[in-house]
């Protein structure tokens, strides 16, 4: 007997197992085991068809082995039919073999599946069934030499009792075992596709839940933020209201400020005329000088004796006498008592007047309009001059000069000139004023002899010396800032050599000079004037407003006795060392 053909080598695959014999690729070939396939007339005809039909692969492999005929035993490769002829005689031989050959006593299909179907309610009645099923099976013609492994063959055919049926493939445990693997992993996956649908659940409802909250948020949100605006646009429109308000009260308040505004204005321009009136140099003659003052450049106004005006002068002429031991200006060479004042010439002269105003403006303004808070002003409050102060702006003063007969016109007219004065007085070349008549007079020499003064030397021998008439001055003169000089030093106020004084000295910043110098008299703490004098260095700074006529006459005068030298010597030394203990 030949080895099975069933299955070429070829297109054998892998493990795969005969149908027929139960043997892997290896087994079947070389075993040398006759296999039924090819065993066509040791079968029987009803084993034929079920196996062909039960495999329609195998007979698919079979056509094509016979269609390609490389392995094909049973025929020729010269006489190969076509493929519709080939598979014609197939079905043709195949409705041969469906012929049974033995008797059928039944359809053993439909046996078994009345087998199959019917329940037997009890083991004898199964066992019953079996003895009837076996004795409806075909007897196997090989008998207890059956070597057949298809379980098919042992539900057609009986064999005799005794007869055991050898499992003779290994593969069964084997499936067996991978069957089982498999149906562990199938029960795994399906485990696992529980666990994730499981999860898949979870996951689902937490998502939703997920979804549920933040659509919650946005809601929330959302109405916050409606709440939001809502406050917002009440909060503007009351901000609205307020700025309306705010408008209305700003207009009102604008035309306030308007109103202010244009009276402030007002008020300014106002303030600027009076000012302006105020700045203006002041060329306001004195009342006393009555409307009129210029109708001519130069007037001399003779005033009546028994006007209130002559009365001040005469008064003022005597009323600052001071013995001068001396014999300078004197009365039968003693110093006058008393000056006799025959005549009072107010001299009106525009042009040395408004020179006048102009300086003493000019040094208003220099001094910041503060000449009344200056050290010197407070000086002279509380050392005041004999003479009056006039006004306190620009301390202006009545002050006395004595002079030259013939100097008087030039004075009057033209105004002193400091540009000619002598550099020879203690204060260098200025224009030199006395508070006291009495100093004055000393500078004015006899008509008659042309003695008896300062300048021309003592010694008037004249008759009639109490009819003698002599000219005097009152000036009206800005004193300004006023340089106290207690201390004298010939070097400093009279300069040395080429270099005489001709201005009034630097003040203490070295920059600006003062506007006039006073030398202080012994009794308030000079060194070297027994009597106050006033030097001013510019021109018209000074006014000739009166020239007095006057008589010297010492009817009134004694002769100081020496206890009353002795007290006034003591006077003297009290009143300097008061003045110097707060030092
Ligand atoms: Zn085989
Ligand atoms: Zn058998
Ligand atoms: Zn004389």
Redesign the pocket.
């Known amino acids: 007997m030949a080895a099975?053909n069933?299955f070429v080598p070829s297109v054998w695959k892998k493990d795969q197992i005969?149908c027929?014999?139960f043997?892997t690729k290896e087994e079947?070939s070389t075993s040398g085991i006759k296999?039924s396939?090819h065993a066509e007339s040791q079968l029987p005809p009803a084993y034929e068809q079920s196996t062909i039909q039960a495999s329609p692969q195998l007979m698919n492999i079979v056509d094509t082995q016979e269609h390609t005929g490389a392995n094909d035993r049973g025929q020729s490769a010269n006489s190969t039919p076509s493929p519709f002829a080939r598979k014609t005689s197939l079905l043709q031989r195949n409705r041969t073999l469906l012929v049974p050959t033995d008797t059928p006593v039944a359809n053993p299909r439909q046996t078994l599946t009345d087998q199959v179907t019917s329940s037997p309610s009890t083991v004898s009645e199964k066992e019953t069934q079996s003895k009837t099923d076996v004795a409806q099976l075909i007897p196997c013609r090989y008998g207890m030499a059956c070597y057949r492994q298809n379980p098919l063959h042992f539900e057609k055919y009986s064999h005799p009792p005794g007869f055991t049926h050898h499992q003779k493939s290994s593969q069964v445990p084997q499936l067996q075992q991978q069957l089982d693997v498999n149906a562990t992993i199938i029960a795994d996956l399906q485990q696992q596709l529980k666990d994730h649908k499981e999860k898949q659940n979870q996951e689902n409802t937490q998502l939703q839940q997920e979804l549920k909250r933040r659509e919650k948020i946005i809601e929330q949100r959302f109405q916050e933020s409606i709440t939001n605006l809502q406050n917002k646009t009440e909060y503007y429109e009351k901000e609205i209201e307020k700025l309306r308000a705010d408008k209305l009260k700003m207009a009102i308040h604008t035309q306030g400020l308007e109103k202010a505004l244009t009276l402030e204005l007002e008020e300014r321009e106002k303030r600027e005329l009076e000012k302006k009136r105020i700045l203006a140099i002041r060329r306001d003659t004195p009342s006393y000088w009555g409307p009129n003052a210029f109708v001519t450049p130069y007037r001399e106004v003779k005033i009546p004796s028994s006007s209130p005006e002559f009365n001040i002068v005469s008064h003022l002429m005597n009323s600052n006498i001071e013995r001068h031991d001396n014999n300078f200006g004197t009365i039968y060479g003693k110093d006058p008592t008393e000056f006799i004042v025959t005549r009072v010439i107010r001299i009106q002269n525009d042009k040395l007047w408004h020179e006048y105003c102009f300086k003493k403006e000019s040094i208003i303004q220099k001094n910041d309009g503060k000449i009344r808070d200056l050290a010197c002003s407070k000086y002279l409050q509380t050392y005041p001059m004999a003479t009056p102060l006039l006004d306190s702006l620009s301390n202006e003063y009545w002050l006395f000069h004595g002079c030259a007969e013939k100097t008087l016109y030039d004075l009057s007219h033209n105004g002193y000139d400091p540009r000619v004065s002598s550099l020879d007085g203690m204060f260098g070349g200025g224009f030199y004023l006395a508070e006291n008549s009495s100093k004055s007079n000393q500078y004015i020499m006899c008509p008659g002899c042309k003695k008896n003064s300062i300048f021309t030397g003592s010694g008037c021998l004249c008759k009639n010396q109490e009819n003698l008439e002599f000219m005097m001055v009152l000036y009206r003169a800005v004193l300004g800032d006023v340089h106290i000089a207690a201390k004298y030093q010939a070097s400093t106020y009279r300069g040395e050599g080429a270099r005489k004084v001709r201005r009034a000295p630097l003040k203490d910043n070295n920059i600006d000079i003062y506007d006039s110098v006073l030398g202080e008299k012994q009794t308030l703490g000079g060194n070297k004037l027994r009597y106050r004098e006033v030097i001013l260095y510019e021109p018209g700074q000074a006014y000739p407003e009166y020239l007095i006529v006057y008589k010297r006459s010492a009817n009134r005068a004694h002769a100081p006795t020496d206890a009353e030298r002795a007290l006034q010597k003591c006077y003297y030394f009290l009143k300097n060392t008061f003045r110097k203990m707060p030092d």
């Open positions: 099975c069933n005969c027929d014999c043997k079947h296999c396939t």
